[in-house]
């Protein structure tokens, strides 16, 4: 089956760049999200992008996608600590409507 | 943009009870919700898919009788955890499809935290 795999945890101080890497193996991906989920709470999507695109912009958030590799990551600049969170990749293939996620990297931004 | 509501936020119950949780779309009609299960530190684990006026489609390992699913309306979908056990205790997240035009996105509620003793 699909599966999309993320690293754990990244630590980055205030004001600076955060790179959150996720790859998948399903190959007839069509959309990859980027989600957030704050303690407690449920998910909030950030952003999405359409498999034939290498990447998208949208205010601080910029996603970035190599289809050969199936990499996808997501940069977040000028980091703040309201950004502290757990983001989640998930993609949707042709085939099915619900969304297969990653694991979730916890990103902890320190003052 | 479209809101998923989910009540109730959480609950605590004693094992061997019946807990319904419901999931909304408030401001849109959805023909399909889904349903997530999500353990501490976990990523979501997709349950089942609910249709709008038709049966639910479980996921492989997920008991059909044991998590009653119904989508009796366009923007309602409830799901029963029934005889629930401590096992059961987990994070329960819904999910709509929001349609404009071609594109589908899907939208989460907040999310129900459901605690069995």
């Known amino acids: 089956g699909e599966d999309v795999e993320q690293s754990l945890f990244l630590s980055v101080r205030e004001g600076d760049s955060s790179v959150i890497n996720c790859t998948y193996t399903?190959?007839?991906?069509?959309?990859l999200y980027w989600y957030k989920q704050e303690p407690g709470a449920g998910l909030q999507l950030l952003t999405y992008?359409?498999?034939?695109?290498d990447m998208k912009q949208d205010q601080r958030l910029t996603v970035l996608l190599n289809k050969k590799d199936k990499h996808l990551s997501l940069r977040i600049a000028d980091t703040q600590t309201g950004d502290s969170a757990i983001y989640f990749c998930a993609e949707k293939d042709t085939g099915r409507r619900a969304l297969t996620f990653g694991s979730g990297t916890r990103l902890q931004v320190q003052p | 943009g479209a809101v998923v509501s989910q009540h109730p936020s959480w609950v605590i119950c004693k094992s061997g009870t019946s807990v319904k949780i419901e999931c909304r779309s408030l401001d849109f009609q959805a023909t399909t919700m889904f349903w997530y299960r999500q353990f501490p530190k976990q990523s979501l684990m997709l349950m089942a898919t609910s249709n709008e006026g038709s049966k639910a489609t479980y996921e492989q390992g997920v008991e059909k009788d044991k998590f009653l699913i119904n989508h009796a309306s366009l923007t309602l979908s409830t799901l029963t955890v029934t005889s629930a056990h401590p096992e059961d205790s987990s994070f329960y997240i819904c999910?709509?499809?929001?349609?404009?035009?071609?594109?589908?996105?899907?939208?989460f509620g907040p999310g129900t935290r459901l605690t069995v003793l």
């Open positions: 399903d190959s007839s991906s069509t959309y």
């Open positions: 992008i359409f498999s034939n695109m």
């Open positions: 999910s709509a499809i929001f349609t404009s035009g071609s594109k589908n996105t899907q939208y």
